[in-house]
């Protein structure tokens, strides 16, 4: 991998991490257009998502701070509860994590067949939240927060968008589209930060362990974090417009157009 190659897909990974059109499905696409596949794909992944993590918490750094002060105070309140919300999401994806590590990890070399698919599903979901007229519920459940949950344990395939499907899945539940959106970006935090340190620690990020030369990773993170915090920023103000079917309309023809010409 080169470091316009690297470039690129940190571009890629930023601009579409927090838009609701996967992407590691857009990453996927274009790693295969470089001819990048199997350990060099799914390491470079980690990164530029550990990446898009860092640019989260500069976003929402008010947010996650006051979640912090919260729970530091060792009592239970409304911080405190949020937290515990967080918690019990990361149950289903930390269970992927565990137990399908290797599937998952297959999934990124398996073609853009997968992708393609997920592509349409993701197109379905966001129609479904668009055109839905729950109630709207004043705060995030436990339950809701479990079954959000699900659905970014369901996001690990190439394709599916996360932020799609939980802020979709949330909104279809009745929560109010801004509050959805921003827990969807508070969840991901520690399951991808955690796996990045797992990786790193394992030596995965070196060199020899990814098959990728240093400044190609430190090229892709930086482009991804910076990316990552325009779309991070614009992204929450879309939410609140619910403008997302326009994203489901994108999803639904780059999928089909995947599949007809894989």
């Excluded at 990446?51 to 729970?71: F, H, M």
């Excluded at 405190?80 to 399908?100: D, H, L, Q």
């Excluded at 997968?114 to 479904?128: D, E, N, R």
């Excluded at 892709?220 to 990316?227: E, K, N, P, R, Y």
Aim: aromatic share 12%; charged share 10%; with cysteine.
């Amino acid at each position: 991998m080169s470091w316009f190659e690297a470039l690129i897909l940190g571009l890629v990974q930023g601009l579409t991490e927090f838009l609701p059109v996967s992407s590691s499905g857009h990453l996927q696409i274009f790693s295969t257009f470089f001819g990048i596949q199997g350990e060099q794909n799914l390491t470079f992944a980690i990164a530029v998502h550990a990446a898009t993590v860092c640019s989260t918490i500069v976003v929402l750094r008010k947010e996650i701070w006051d979640l912090l002060r919260g729970l530091f105070r060792f009592a239970w309140n409304p911080e405190t509860e949020y937290i515990a919300k967080i918690v019990i999401s990361m149950i289903p994806v930390g269970i992927v994590g565990v137990f399908f590590k290797e599937q998952v990890e297959a999934l990124f070399g398996s073609g853009l067949t997968v992708v393609g698919i997920s592509l349409v599903v993701t197109a379905c979901l966001l129609a479904f939240a668009y055109y839905a007229k729950p109630r709207i519920k004043t705060t995030i459940s436990f339950p809701d927060a479990f079954i959000i949950g699900l659905a970014q344990a369901c996001a690990v395939l190439p394709g599916l968008s996360r932020s799609g499907s939980t802020i979709a899945t949330g909104i279809l539940l009745g929560n109010n589209k801004e509050k959805v959106a921003k827990f969807s970006f508070l969840m991901v935090l520690v399951p991808i930060l955690g796996e990045a340190l797992l990786d790193i620690l394992k030596g995965d990020f070196s060199s020899p362990g990814s098959g990728i030369p240093l400044l190609p990773l430190i090229v892709g993170f930086l482009s991804a974090f910076i990316s990552g915090y325009l779309a991070c920023s614009w992204m929450l103000n879309l939410v609140k417009k619910g403008k997302l079917i326009w994203f489901a309309v994108y999803c639904l023809v780059v999928g089909l157009v995947i599949l007809f010409i894989r």
